[in-house]
């Protein structure tokens, strides 16, 4: 626009000094940094970290506040146990969260897990400090949000209960319907039922394969994948890492690397011709 004017001009620093295995995480929905609440502090309890390097996933578990009016511990009970279940389920090592004997389980922590986001093309971190911009790469972007799958095994169990009592809700046991095979047919109400009729049925099975010698039927291939994937991720082990915030010393170690130190002046050896051939399909 012709009244956006030039303000300054900024020299700008290219850096890479960060650690490969340093991972900075921003929490932009937080009206303040993420850091134990006090309450969980008094008590000794801090943020931990833990990662599977191989799947790239990462997990921050921050404590909850006890406090009584904004906790209740007793549910707590209920949800720890859920949780304590799930674990066991998904092959996840509880560490130092492991409760001593005859300890009943409790809900004392929420986990944020990781998804990575894909990157098309190269993504900077750009801050700008005493009017010079400081560019620093980023290798991966993850997201975390809070894993919630205890509540799928007390919802399990809540219908379990109920089937038991003579209820004909469906179960949500078994693994979710395959995207490849079309839908079951829904019937518009359910019918009386009649009484089972048994009969002797024989019946034989055989694998047929396509031309590649891949067997037909059953899974699809890409639902295999994703069971594969999700399996291994299950029973890869956790690797802690150190979680330190923004007011610690390493948080402050870790944010002035960011901005180079490198005061040479660099020359432009080519024009904006060449850059601009340079760029393919312009």
Not at 39 to 67: C, F, N, Q
Not at 130 to 142: A, C, D, R
Request: hydrophobic share 30%.
């Amino acid at each position: 626009m012709d009244d956006d004017e030039l303000i300054s001009v900024l020299p700008i620093h290219y850096s890479n000094s960060l650690s490969p295995n340093l991972h900075i995480h921003q929490f932009p929905l937080l009206s303040r940094p993420l850091q134990t609440p006090p309450a969980a502090a008094v008590s000794g309890k801090r943020i931990r970290a833990r990662i599977k390097p191989i799947t790239r996933r990462l997990e921050i578990h921050v404590p909850v506040d006890p406090r009584p009016e904004v906790w209740n511990g007793e549910r707590s009970k209920s949800l720890g146990a859920a949780r304590q279940e799930d674990d066991c389920e998904k092959n996840q090592d509880t560490g130092k969260m492991k409760q001593m004997e005859g300890e009943e389980p409790r809900l004392i922590e929420v986990r944020m897990r990781s998804e990575l986001i894909p990157q098309e093309g190269a993504y900077m971190l750009g801050v700008v400090r005493n009017g010079q911009l400081h560019l620093q790469p980023i290798n991966e972007t993850h997201q975390f949000r809070p894993t919630l799958t205890y509540l799928d095994v007390m919802s399990r169990k809540s219908r379990r209960s109920r089937g038991d009592a003579g209820s004909d809700e469906d179960s949500d046991d078994g693994p979710p319907p395959d995207p490849d095979e079309p839908p079951p047919v829904q019937t518009a109400a359910k019918k009386e039922r009649k009484p089972l009729e048994v009969k002797e049925v024989q019946v034989s099975a055989r694998k047929v394969a396509d031309d590649k010698g891949n067997l037909q039927g059953g899974l699809s291939a890409v639902r295999r994948e994703m069971l594969l994937a999700i399996r291994a991720e299950e029973e890869e082990v956790w690797e802690n890492l150190d979680f330190c915030d923004g007011e610690t010393a390493e948080g402050h170690e870790a944010f002035e690397a960011v901005f180079s130190q490198n005061e040479e002046h660099l020359e432009c050896k080519s024009d904006i011709t060449a850059f601009l051939k340079g760029i393919k399909g312009l």
